[in-house]
Nanobody
C-alpha cells in the first residue's frame, strides 16, 4: 500500500508559478513511476506529466510542455510539479498517482492516488 498526500495548490495568477508536492508513504517509493493528473469542473480527468522511477525519463501533456516540470526526490519520497507561466485553463484539481513498474499516460493504469489539491488561476 502507498499513501499519497499532495500540497502546494492554491490561487495563482496568470503568468505566475505554483509548485505542487506529493509525499508518499508505505512501500518503496523508488519502485513506482509517478504521474500528475488534473480534473477541471465538468471535464474528464486528464494526464499532465509522468516521471519514471529513476527520474531518468519524463513526459508531458502538450499544453503544459515548456511550462511545467515534473521531478522527484526518492530520498524524500516526494514528487514535484513546478508550474510556470500559469494560464486560467490550468485551473483544476491536481492529483498525483503511483504506478508500480513502468509508467503510463492512462489514469486507469495507476495503483494509488492522492486526494488532490485545488489549483485556481486567475486572469
Amino acid at each position: 500500500q502507498v499513501q499519497l498526500v499532495e500540497s502546494g495548490g492554491g490561487l495563482g495568477q496568470a503568468g505566475g508559478s505554483l509548485r505542487l508536492s506529493c509525499v508518499a508513504s508505505g512501500r518503496t517509493f523508488g519502485n513506482y513511476a509517478m504521474g500528475w493528473f488534473r480534473q477541471a469542473p465538468g471535464k474528464e480527468r486528464e494526464f499532465v506529466a509522468v516521471i519514471s522511477w529513476s527520474a531518468g525519463r519524463a513526459d508531458y501533456e502538450d499544453s503544459v510542455k515548456g511550462r511545467f516540470t515534473i521531478s522527484r526526490d526518492n530520498a524524500k519520497n516526494t514528487v514535484y510539479l513546478q508550474m510556470n507561466r500559469l494560464k486560467p485553463e490550468d485551473t483544476a484539481v491536481y492529483s498525483c498517482a503511483a504506478r508500480y513498474s513502468g509508467w503510463s499516460y492512462d489514469a486507469r493504469d495507476y495503483n494509488y492516488w492522492g486526494q488532490g489539491t485545488q489549483v485556481t488561476v486567475s486572469s
